[in-house]
């Protein structure tokens, strides 16, 4: 049966400042390389979420120890303790297992982590999961002896790896133009790897390069020693090991879009605290996309960044948005001109299809919307109510969200989705368009 979650309306400017949760990306990035390092670890401010809890049963399985403690301000510490040897089977001999959900960060950083333990390990995840893509990863873990078996359909969940044969090897070529991830999950394991690793995209595109920068930087704030090629398409590692750590995780900047957006959509004004003056987040890239649609952004000096509507919102035309796509896409059905979102069709393989969903649910509102096999191409029009489909994909739900502030009638098929990085969300949607009601 489905779940339709009326998306909360306004009628009048929205005014709030939010907190939003941890980043899932650098949460499981430093999860993993917690568990590959030398001594204990301290994560601050981790993100606890389906995703996340995903990541942290997959280190337990493998031995890794987890302890979580919850803070005053309602923030989870985490203490990961490294194994003296990665886990390589059950007590029983057989393999171990691991369940991926939906999670492209555990389906994909995981099987790595197989590869340093020798270990042989069953992946599996929900049936969405089974049509993301999977092979270019597994063929990189293939080239440095690892073998698998898929019971049904090859490069794709479920499947078991053998590791046991993990080698030395020449360069390992990556096909990286259906997700950055198939390059971050050998990046993270490579200072762990016998020999390290030498790694090259294959020749084509290369999905979302900010994500690849994000796991380089961290690997450097971790003391690996890592180098990139002149071209950005490779990558060298050093065999070593890195100390144990005491990280804290930014807030989640592309999680905070659907919020700043809400700015421009109700002509208001929302802050969002502890904004970082730095960051290898893509969802950085939302201070200089608002201002181009015509949003006032002022980062203050208590670390908030405020976004302000000015009663104008422009089309745009923007390159490589990769994931903050459906919310900018719901935004620009909202524009006074057309917009054109370009470089992103590497979203066809995320959590679903994202172009061919969005070309299915805006149009539902009153856009003209037209994708190509990278391209979404925007025109708005008359808008009125109507229910979206959410796939199942958390970004599908909160960029139906932003439609609903600004569009009354409009409901959200099982909001509950949005718990795969961002289990507050509806409450703090709701908590946002209350306080500005009261303030009205």
């Not at 994500?211 to 398409?233: C, F, K, N, P, Y």
């Not at 750590?245 to 807030?251: D, I, K, L, S």
Request: hydrophobic share 40%; proline share 6%.
């Amino acid at each position: 049966m489905e779940n339709w979650w009326p998306a909360p309306f306004t009628g009048a400017p929205v005014h709030a400042t939010v907190n939003v949760p941890a980043s899932k990306s650098l949460t499981n990035r430093y999860l993993i390389l917690a568990a590959l390092a030398s001594s204990p670890s301290t994560i601050h401010n981790t993100l606890i979420s389906r995703d996340t809890e995903l990541m942290l049963a997959a280190l337990e399985t493998f031995g890794v120890g987890i302890k979580r403690t919850e803070q005053p301000d309602g923030s989870t510490t985490v203490v990961i303790t490294p194994a003296d040897q990665l886990n390589q089977a059950q007590p029983d001999g057989s393999a171990l297992r691991i369940e991926c959900g939906l999670a492209g960060t555990v389906m994909r950083f995981v099987p790595p982590l197989a590869a340093v333990a020798k270990a042989r390990v069953h992946f599996d995840g929900d049936p969405a999961a089974r049509l993301r893509p999977m092979a270019p990863v597994l063929d990189g873990l293939g080239a440095l002896g690892a073998t698998f078996d898929y019971p049904q359909a090859k490069g794709m969940l479920p499947f078991t790896i053998d590791a046991s044969d993990v080698r030395v090897s020449d360069t390992v070529i990556v096909d990286a133009s259906g997700s950055s991830q198939f390059v971050s999950a050998l990046l993270l394991a490579g200072h762990a790897l016998p020999g390290g690793l030498r790694l090259r995209a294959a020749d084509g595109p290369v999905a979302s390069p900010d994500h690849i920068m994000m796991t380089v930087q961290t690997l450097r704030e971790m003391g690996v020693e890592i180098s990139v090629d002149a071209d950005s398409r490779g990558w060298r590692i050093s065999e070593g090991s890195i100390d144990g750590f005491t990280v804290t995780v930014e807030p989640d900047l592309s999680n905070a879009g659907p919020f700043l957006a809400a700015a421009l959509a109700s002509n208001g004004s929302v802050g969002i605290r502890f904004w970082p003056q730095q960051t290898t987040q893509v969802g950085g890239k939302w201070v200089q996309i608002l201002k181009s649609m015509g949003a006032e952004v002022e980062h203050g000096a208590d670390s908030v960044l405020t976004v302000r509507g000015t009663g104008k919102i422009k089309g745009i035309t923007y390159a490589d948005a990769s994931e903050l796509a459906p919310t900018l896409a719901a935004l620009c059905v909202l524009a006074d001109s057309p917009s054109k979102l370009t470089g992103i069709g590497h979203l066809r393989g995320h959590e679903t299809d994202r172009l061919a969903a969005l070309e299915t649910e805006l149009p539902k509102v009153g856009a003209t919307v037209k994708a190509t096999e990278d391209t979404l191409e925007i025109i708005p029009g008359s808008l009125h109510a109507a229910d979206l489909h959410s796939y199942e994909d958390h970004r599908m739900a909160t960029a139906g969200a932003l439609l609903g502030l600004a569009v009354d009638g409009i409901r959200v098929e099982n909001i509950a989705t949005t718990a795969k990085t961002m289990p507050q969300f509806p409450q703090l949607w709701a908590q946002m368009v209350d306080t500005s009601k009261d303030r009205g």
